[in-house]
């Protein structure tokens, strides 16, 4: 749906939205219980540093 040209609002039925969100949500899970079982931390530098390296390097 649009609003003043622009889109503003998207509808999905229950199925497709689970589709989309049920793997997100599993590797938020796994990722709680990585933190769960070990000390290491890294800040928000670290992690976002990875991430772009990662997309500089294709992977």
Known sequence: MTKN???SMVV???E???ELTD???L???EADKQA????????HN???SRVKER?????
């Open 5 to 7: 040209g622009y889109g």
């Open 12 to 14: 999905l039925s229950l």
């Open 16 to 18: 497709k939205y689970a």
């Open 23 to 25: 793997d997100i949500e």
């Open 27 to 29: 590797k938020l899970d």
């Open 36 to 43: 769960d079982s070990t000390v290491s931390r890294y800040t």
């Open 46 to 48: 670290e992690v976002f």
């Open 55 to 59: 997309i500089n390097d294709g992977r």
